[in-house]
């Protein structure tokens, strides 16, 4: 019976893990082990960071309508409060929008919910 080793397999593998840490610094992109535990804790990150990605932006989103309605004399929780109560339903990611594009159309939105609010 014939010897069968290992050899094209292992170099198959290794190739891909040193393929997917190309472009990390020093032995993280040359040597299989530290490349391999460098890959799997981006990886970790990578997915970590697609979830934290939507909170810093709805964060974001917070604080540039904020401002803009502090601008026009409403608080957010007033301005949000009072378009619950108007029975808008606009998200806080186009009012961001509508704050920094079209501060007219902002404006109206925050007369609207200062109306519902009674301020």
């Known amino acids: 019976m014939t010897r069968v080793t290992s050899a094209v397999t292992r170099k198959k593998r290794h190739k891909a893990h040193l393929d997917a840490a190309k472009g990390y610094v020093g032995g993280r992109h040359k040597l ?3 490349a391999t535990e460098a890959e799997r804790r981006a990886l970790l990150y990578q997915y970590r960071d697609r979830r934290n990605r ?14 803009a309605a502090r601008e026009l004399g409403l608080s957010y929780c007033q301005l949000v409060n009072g378009l619950a109560k108007a029975g808008v339903a606009i998200d806080r990611k186009m ?19 200062r109306r519902a609010v009674g301020t």
């Open 32 to 34: 299989y082990t530290v």
């Open 54 to 67: 939507k909170r810093d932006f709805r964060s974001l989103w917070i604080i540039r309508v904020n401002a």
């Open 95 to 113: 009012l961001a929008d509508l704050a920094v594009n079209d501060p007219a159309a902002f404006r109206e939105i925050v007369e609207t919910a």
